[in-house]
T-cell receptor, first 109, second 114 residues
Framework: GQNIDQPTEMTATEGAIVQINCTYQTSGFNGLFWYQQHAGEAPTFLSY??LDGLEEKGRFSSFLSRSKGYSYLLLKELQMKDSASYLC??????????WGAGTKLIIKP | DAMVIQNPRYQVTQFGKPVTLSCSQT?????MYWYQQKSSQAPKLLFH???????NEADTPDNFQSRRPNTSFCFLDIRSPGLGDAAMYLC?????????????FGAGSRLTVL
């Protein structure tokens, strides 16, 4: 079957760096997405990776290794507003999105 | 600003009483999706439209129906809500369905079933 694994919850300190991991198993692969979702709100797009390597976008970076079925989202200089759930989603060969349950990130002062 | 708007934001209904949730978009996107999301769970795709073509997920209960009368609007009808249908319902849009297909979500409609 197809599935996404990511940690349920992580805690980090304001100003620090945190890495949120995601492993995926899909039938074929057409890219991996990260979305941010604040409590009670809609997901918003953060990043898309389809080739191996690191994509940097300001304080957020996303990494992909297709051979390992692995991605991570790196958040630098954490701010309190970064407290949210981070959803990993992989697109399979039929262009269907397989979603993870999200990683709840708690930022402490 | 181009956006996806869902109404109502909060809906309370009684067990078995039909509910309609609406979604409108000003992005002129071809694809509109309805997702169900329960607390701390992954969004679950119920169905999507590519233009007027309706695509139902195999495991979407018959209790859930959808209509897309035009490009801008899409509705989710829950014919006989049960307690298990209490959830956040998210509408999303995208230009297409392939490649770097970024979804733009509405703020969601939270359904409570009494």
């Amino acid at each position: 079957g197809q599935n996404i694994d990511q940690p349920t919850e992580m805690t980090a300190t304001e100003g620090a760096i945190v890495q949120i991991n995601c492993t995926y198993q899909t039938s074929g692969f057409n890219g991996l997405f990260w979305y941010q979702q604040h409590a009670g709100e809609a997901p918003t797009f953060l990043s898309y990776n389809v080739l191996d390597g690191l994509e940097e976008k300001g304080r957020f970076s996303s990494f992909l290794s297709r051979s390992k079925g692995y991605s991570y989202l790196l958040l630098k200089e954490l701010q309190m507003k970064d407290s949210a759930s981070y959803l990993c989603a992989a697109m399979d060969s039929n262009y269907q999105l397989i979603w993870g349950a999200g990683t709840k990130l708690i930022i402490k002062p | 600003d181009a956006m996806v708007i869902q109404n109502p934001r909060y809906q309370v209904t009684q067990f078995g009483k039909p509910v309609t949730l609406s979604c409108s978009q000003t992005l002129n996107h071809n694809v509109m999706y309805w997702y169900q999301q329960k607390s701390s769970q992954a969004p679950k795709l119920l169905f999507h439209y590519y233009d007027k073509d309706f695509n139902n997920e195999a495991d979407t209960p018959d209790n859930f129906q959808s209509r897309r009368p035009n490009t801008s609007f899409c509705f989710l009808d829950i014919r006989s809500p049960g307690l298990g249908d209490a959830a956040m319902y998210l509408c999303a849009t995208s230009r297409g369905t392939t490649g770097a297909n970024v979804l733009t979500f509405g703020a969601g409609s939270r359904l409570t079933v009494l």
